[in-house]
């Protein structure tokens, strides 16, 4: 699903720049 993918790639980005959440 869209909605799967998008929140993977949120905490995936959230890992990488943890600074900018």
Same mark, same amino acid.
């Given at each position: 699903?869209? +909605? @799967? +993918? @998008? #929140? $993977?790639?949120? $905490?995936? $980005? @959230? #890992? ?6």
């Amino acid at each position: 699903m869209i +909605v @799967a +993918v @998008a #929140l $993977l790639g949120y $905490l995936v $980005l @959230a #890992l990488i720049f943890p600074e900018r959440f």
